[in-house]
T-cell receptor
Framework: ETGVTQSPTHLIKTRGQQVTLRCSSQ?????VSWYQQALGQGPQFIFQ???????GRGNFPPRFSGLQFPNYSSELNVNALELDDSALYLC????????????????FGSGTRLTVV | AQTVTQSQPEMSVQEAETVTLSCTYD???????LFWYKQPPSRQMILVIR??????QNATENRFSVNFQKAAKSFSLKISDSQLGDTAMYFC????????????FGKGTRLHILP
C-alpha cells in the first residue's frame, strides 16, 4: 500500500509567477485535502476535493485553485505568487463519502517546500 | 470559529521520562474530534491519537494518552517512557463532523527528547 506522494519536494519561484504542486493520493482514497504550513505555524486548510469536485474551502483567495483527476490524484495551482505564499504545502488523502471522510483517517504526504523570492 | 491554542512553544525532557503537552480549544460545537499529530523532520504529519468528544473515556495508544476535559475545553497529551524517536513537532488539532472535515491545527509544540 503506497502512501501519499507529493512533487516536487522543493521549489523556488519568483514573485508574480505561477506554480503547480502535485499529489498522488494513497491507494483506495478518494478525497484529497491541501494545507499550507507557514514557518513556525500549524497547517491551514486550503481546500478539499472529493470525486473531482471542490468539497470545501478555507480562507484563501481565488488565485489558489485545484484539480482532482479520475485516479484521485490532485494538483494545487497558485497564480500571481506573493512572498507570503512561501510555505510548506501538505496534501492529505482519505477515504470519504463527501461528508465526514476524515473520520477514516488522513494520510499526509511529506509536502512541497515553496519559496517565493 | 474554532481555535486551537498550544501555550508551550518548546519543551525538553530526558529520555525515559514522562512529558505532558498542553492544548486548549474553543468551539460552540458539541460533536467534534480532537487529535494530536506528530511532525518529525521528514515533515510528514503522523496521527498520534484521536479522541471523539462524545466519549468520556480518555484515548490511549501505547505510550501516548490524553486527558480530555470537555467542559474546560482542554486536551493534553501525555507521553510516557519518552524515546529519542519522539523528538518532533506536536500539533493539537480539532475537527467538527462537517462536509469538508477540515482540520484546525494549533501552532505546535517542539519537543526534544534528550539522551
Amino acid at each position: 500500500e503506497t502512501g501519499v506522494t507529493q512533487s516536487p519536494t522543493h521549489l523556488i519561484k519568483t514573485r508574480g509567477q505561477q506554480v503547480t504542486l502535485r499529489c498522488s493520493s494513497q491507494s483506495g482514497h478518494n478525497t484529497v485535502s491541501w494545507y499550507q504550513q507557514a514557518l513556525g505555524q500549524g497547517p491551514q486548510f486550503i481546500f478539499q476535493y472529493y470525486r473531482e469536485e471542490e468539497n470545501g474551502r478555507g480562507n484563501f483567495p481565488p488565485r489558489f485553485s485545484g484539480l482532482q483527476f479520475p485516479n484521485y490524484s490532485s494538483e494545487l495551482n497558485v497564480n500571481a505568487l506573493e512572498l507570503d505564499d512561501s510555505a510548506l504545502y501538505l496534501c492529505a488523502s482519505s477515504l470519504g463519502d463527501g461528508a465526514g471522510g476524515g473520520l477514516n483517517g488522513y494520510t499526509f504526504g511529506s509536502g512541497t517546500r515553496l519559496t517565493v523570492v | 470559529a474554532q481555535t486551537v491554542t498550544q501555550s508551550q512553544p518548546e519543551m525538553s525532557v530526558q529520555e525515559a521520562e514522562t512529558v505532558t503537552l498542553s492544548c486548549t480549544y474553543d468551539t460552540s460545537e458539541n460533536n467534534y474530534y480532537l487529535f494530536w499529530y506528530k511532525q518529525p523532520p521528514s515533515r510528514q504529519m503522523i496521527l498520534v491519537i484521536r479522541q471523539e468528544a462524545y466519549k468520556q473515556q480518555n484515548a490511549t495508544e501505547n505510550r501516548f494518552s490524553v486527558n480530555f476535559q470537555k467542559a474546560a475545553k482542554s486536551f493534553s497529551l501525555k507521553i510516557s517512557d519518552s524515546q529519542l524517536g519522539d523528538t518532533a513537532m506536536y500539533f493539537c488539532a480539532f475537527m467538527k463532523y462537517d462536509l469538508d472535515d477540515k482540520i484546525i491545527f494549533g501552532k505546535g509544540t517542539r519537543l526534544h527528547i534528550l539522551p
